[in-house]
């Protein structure tokens, strides 16, 4: 059974940084590419970046480019999204998503196993 646990969320201060992990079980990551997405209140999910399966291509919203980075640990099972810079809008419960296929992408309906969410919020 495919689970995705996502964790280190927090409140930080703008300018802080945090590092979400998105822990995985049921599968072998090798062969997964892995999306995090994030949901706003009274917004839509929005992709914010992903990774291939290899870990050779990785991809960014444009919002988050040069701020936020994306790798994975497949020994560990483990993918990861270090923030920093953060701004008030990152705002968000932040997800991570899993596909058996070696290319990724930000859209939604490309993944078919979800976690369940972290919560990520900017504030002074």
């Known amino acids: 059974q495919l689970q995705l646990v996502e964790s280190g969320g927090g409140l930080v201060q703008p300018g802080g940084s945090l590092r979400l992990s998105c822990a995985v079980s049921?599968?072998?990551?090798?062969?997964?590419?892995i999306g995090w997405f994030r949901e706003a209140p009274g917004k839509e999910r929005e992709g914010v970046s992903c990774?291939?399966?290899?870990?050779?291509?990785?991809n960014y919203v444009h919002s988050v480019k040069g701020r936020f980075t994306i790798s994975r640990d497949n020994a560990q099972n483990t993918v990861y999204l270090e923030m920093n810079n953060l701004k008030p809008e990152d705002t968000a419960i932040y997800y991570c998503?899993?596909?058996?296929?070696?290319?990724?992408?930000?859209?939604?309906?490309?993944?078919?196993?979800w976690g369940q969410g972290t919560q990520v919020t900017v504030s002074s």
């Open positions: 990774i291939s399966s290899s870990g050779g291509y990785t």
């Open positions: 049921g599968f072998s990551l090798d062969y997964y590419a």
């Open positions: 998503a899993a596909d058996e296929r070696p290319s990724c992408s930000l859209v939604t309906y490309f993944y078919n196993a």
